[in-house]
């Protein structure tokens, strides 16, 4: 996978780059990232939180702009690794109509795991948001778009072509990918909004089971056989 940030080498007897330190400082920016944006979120409040010293940002991340990028780099590893599973299950599927379906539900459900199981989502959730408008986007989305989309479409497009019988590169096949990964997108971007409407606290549990299984009824309608 592409690398957001380089990791810079210290001298002997330096912190090392991917320390119990620099793991509590991302953490901390993608909560005050997600919270306020790129550009209000400030840097001594974020080392506040993380329990450090203001100093330790540069060094860790030479300032803001590594920061937020660093904090993408994190995500997209995570969700690289949650995914992979699914991804290698998708890759074995040949020229099989139900198997393909089969994967790209898994898919799906790997998905709205990451999304809403992980004990971390809900800042992640915030972080994330902020790239689908333009008030404090921040240097990092465009990577982070860039790496996460591409791995997962490829996956999506290739499966729904097997299933529909038109080339992944098709744009009808291109629509019914997007659409069928947009109702876990709804849910993940519109956090907040959902939960109200439905009453819940959270998408955890069996409350997520539903999700997913409401999920995978809808892409197996969607992608039903046309009749002749």
């Known amino acids: 996978m592409d690398t957001l940030l380089p990791r810079r080498r210290p001298p002997t007897g330096g912190y090392a780059r991917g320390d119990l330190k620099r793991l509590k400082i991302v953490q901390a920016a993608l909560r005050r990232f997600g919270e306020e944006g790129f550009e209000r979120a400030s840097t001594r409040q974020i080392a506040q939180d993380a ?12 300032g803001k702009e590594g920061l937020h990028l660093a904090c993408a780099e994190y995500i997209a590893e995570r969700l690289s690794g949650a995914m992979q599973s699914a991804y290698r299950r998708a890759e074995q599927v040949g020229a099989d109509r139900i198997g393909a379906l089969d994967a790209l539900c898994g898919i799906l459900d790997a998905l709205a795991d990451f999304l809403f199981e992980t004990s971390e989502a809900d800042g ?6 902020r790239g689908h ?21 490829s996956h999506c497009n290739r499966l729904v072509g097997l299933i529909t ?24 971007l519109g956090r907040d909004g959902a939960l109200e409407r439905l009453g819940w606290p959270d998408l955890r549990g069996p409350r997520l089971q539903m999700l997913k299984e ?11 056989p046309e009749p002749r």
């Open 51 to 62: 329990g450090v010293n203001p100093p330790a940002l540069q060094y860790y991340f030479d």
């Open 214 to 224: 409401v999920i995978r009824a809808q892409t197996r309608a969607a992608l039903a």
């Open 124 to 129: 992640w959730s915030s972080f994330m948001a």
């Open 165 to 188: 019988g038109h080339p992944p590169s098709d744009p009808r096949t291109r629509i019914r990918s997007l659409a069928l990964l947009g109702q876990i997108r709804a849910f993940h």
């Open 133 to 153: 408008g333009e008030e404090g986007k921040g240097p990092a989305y465009e990577a982070l778009r860039r790496i996460v989309r591409g791995e997962l479409d």
